[in-house]
């Protein structure tokens, strides 16, 4: 066990020092499936790179053998692990629909459509964090006043989820015209393949 520590701190220097450079964090993967992280020198787990995703902090996860890039299968472990712990995001509906995804010729299309929902999701979550930031405080705030005040948010969070719903909208447009845009240059001349309209 101490073999994989000495092979790991030996590397570590460079990998930490990439870090400090302002590139990713660089945790290593080992055959025993310990997460080594090369700027604490140290073991994690996977509640650990949760904790570094929750902070938002830059991370990439490396096989310490081969080097290769096994970022999304942790990140898919987290989501496994949060998905059986808990309450579930994915209905069974919705995961089935997803996989029936991979494969089709829309997977790209798809992949970029959630894409950009969940970015726009993340910016109205951001921007009503922004507008409540310090009033519940305990101190300041009673629980009373802090529910009047979700109930005056209710308008705007309706804008910003009509906001929101309109964009959703649109990128699906856009993703159907340019599905229709590939099938024209595909299938040149046949009739009824023409991008619908707004």
């Not at 990439?60 to 970022?71: E, P």
Request: cysteine-free; aromatic content about 8%; hydrophobic content about 35%.
């Amino acid at each position: 066990m101490s073999q994989p520590r000495r092979a790991a701190s030996s590397k570590a220097s460079a990998d930490a020092g990439s870090a400090d450079a302002g590139g990713p964090r660089i945790l290593k993967k080992y055959p025993n499936r310990r997460l080594y992280d090369t700027q604490t020198s140290s073991y994690i787990t996977l509640a650990d790179v949760k904790k570094m995703v929750l902070s938002g902090q830059d991370f990439v996860v490396r096989d310490a053998k081969t080097s290769d890039d096994l970022t999304r299968s942790i990140l898919l472990q987290i989501i496994l692990e949060e998905e059986t712990g808990g309450v579930p995001m994915f209905s069974t509906q919705m995961l089935a629909q997803i996989i029936r995804f991979y494969g089709h010729a829309m997977q790209g299309m798809m992949g970029s459509y959630l894409e950009k929902n969940l970015q726009t999701f993340t910016d109205i979550q951001s921007r009503l964090t922004e507008q409540s930031k310090g009033l519940y405080d305990p101190k300041v705030m009673s629980p009373e006043l802090w529910t009047q005040f979700l109930n005056g948010q209710a308008p705007v969070v309706q804008g910003l989820m009509g906001n929101y719903l309109e964009q959703s909208k649109q990128l699906f447009v856009q993703m159907q015209e340019q599905m229709a845009k590939q099938a024209e240059t595909l299938f040149p001349g046949i009739p009824g393949i023409t991008p619908p309209k707004r």
